[in-house]
């Protein structure tokens, strides 16, 4: 573990995005579990195990806190410290069954997902998967989006993980990863300070900035009646998980070839895998409202917390892989500096001051609508361990916060983890739903190829 990690203060404030994510679980469907499977080469020390978790509950306090309702359920709910915390509630090691494969791990994985978190204990656990085909093992953690996003989540992985340095100029174990900039976010006590100073210097720049800040909330809070998909009008409690491994190279290729990012190509590549998915269930669609976390985080940020803004936007599913690239690159830019990015902690805090049902029933309007949701999290960019054991892969499986289903990008070293999180009540073959998705990869992957030619 790194010199940082040490017995922290207790936290007892819950900030208002954390809070909105907890209340939010009053909605089944909308629960924000998170499941993350991390599958190594090789059984690690079951000692040295433990020891990492137990030292990065006190590297995160959150992980020794439970939830606490305000009084009468009306307020912002609060950390209190478990006086009874017992590492051996949440941590626990078995053998998998037959047939022992990744498969068997997922099933595991998806079963924790559907069952919501005891308030009386700190809103986690992970099981040591032991005795997989090939030697392998695998962790599968559960917790709750109140205590990181996918970010700080991946923070306090490094944390666990074995000290490892890129030889190729990378990070140490330990160093958060950025995320793709988004444009600087203050705080909103700073942002309305300066806001007031601007306002008295230039009037009309003012009115026009607070007409953008209007539109930009409205996209943000517009609600949505029903998703665009005719073939995903309901939603459950079911999941299914199911995964898909691609190169990052292939990825970084298409970006650089044509000017976007790899969260672009990542996007554009789910859009052609659910639009083979309709065709193949006889169903057209035009266009899908995706749901996509833009991170506002800052180097200086604990691991924990969340600190992110929901973008929505309504994507044309362009039949021409290039088009469609170039209409997500569009779309991804039009957000990155959108004024909402700005008031995300403002907008919770209003919410935060309403009763929760009517938050549950405001957010359940926005989400239940989407199509689908998409979260890429960038991993560490070289090989690391756990207690001897070489992390091969990394799965994230995120909640689909009422959508369809989530599609989360987790890169490891060389390796793009592709975790898809199925609400079974949409999407009820899962199998098939893979395939379509790999289609959509290769087609988009098949661009950097096509413009050699091309310029051949």
């Known amino acids: 573990m790194s010199e940082q990690t040490r017995v922290g203060a207790v936290a007892t404030a819950m900030s ?39 030292a990065l509950t006190r590297f995160i306090p959150q992980l020794r806190s439970r939830v606490v309702a305000a009084p009468f359920g009306w307020g912002r709910p609060h950390w209190a410290v478990d006086d009874r915390f017992d590492l051996d509630v949440h941590l626990r090691r078995m053998v998998a069954p037959p047939p022992a494969t990744l498969r068997t791990v997922l099933d595991l994985a998806q079963a924790m997902a559907v069952v919501g978190f005891d308030t009386a204990l700190p809103p986690w656990e992970a099981v040591l998967v032991e005795g997989l085909r090939g030697g392998e093992a695998a962790i599968v953690v559960k917790f709750h989006h109140s205590i990181a996003d996918g970010l700080g989540g991946m923070a306090a992985a490094l944390e666990v993980l074995d000290d490892h340095v890129d030889t190729r100029g990378g990070q140490p174990r330990g160093v958060p990863p950025q995320a793709e900039p988004v444009g600087q976010v203050h705080s909103w006590p700073q942002g309305m300070a300066s806001g007031v100073v601007r306002a008295a210097s230039h009037p009309g720049a003012t009115l026009r900035s607070a007409q953008s800040t209007v539109a930009s909330v409205g996209k943000l809070l517009a609600p949505a009646r029903r998703p665009l998909s005719p073939l995903w009008p309901n939603r459950s409690l079911g999941r299914r998980f199911e995964v898909l491994d691609l190169p990052t190279s292939a990825l970084r290729g298409v970006a650089q070839h044509t000017e976007t990012t790899v969260n672009d190509v990542f996007v554009t590549s789910v859009l052609g895998g659910l639009r083979r998915y ?17 991170s506002v985080r800052d180097e200086g940020d604990r691991a924990g917390g969340n600190r992110f803004v929901p973008a929505r936007f309504a994507l044309t599913i362009e039949t021409d892989p290039l088009r469609r690239l170039r209409h997500v690159h569009d779309a991804a830019q039009s957000w990155k500096h959108a004024p909402a990015l700005r008031l995300n902690q403002v907008l919770a805090a209003g919410l935060d ?22 979260t890429n999290v960038p991993g560490p960019a070289f090989d690391v361990a756990i207690a001897g054991a070489r992390l091969a892969r990394l799965y994230a499986f995120s909640p689909p916060s009422g959508a369809a289903l989530n599609v989360s990008l987790v890169t490891v070293a060389e390796r793009a983890c592709l975790g898809l999180n199925l609400d079974t009540a949409a999407v009820a073959d899962g199998e098939v739903f893979r395939e379509c998705l790999a289609a959509g990869f290769d087609e988009v992957l098949a661009l950097t190829a096509v413009e050699a030619q091309v310029v051949a």
Do not use: C, N, Y
């Open 278 to 294: 309709h065709e193949q269930h006889g169903a057209a669609v035009e266009r899908l409202r995706l749901l996509m976390p833009i």
């Open 353 to 374: 001051a309403l009763p929760p049902q009517l938050v549950t029933m405001v957010w359940g309007g926005l989400l239940k609508g989407d199509d689908f949701v998409a």
């Open 16 to 54: 208002d995005s954390d809070a909105l994510l907890w209340t939010l679980g009053r909605d089944p469907v909308l629960r924000t579990t998170i499941v993350a499977v991390l599958v190594l080469d090789g059984t690690p020390q079951w000692d040295e195990v433990r020891g990492r978790f137990e």
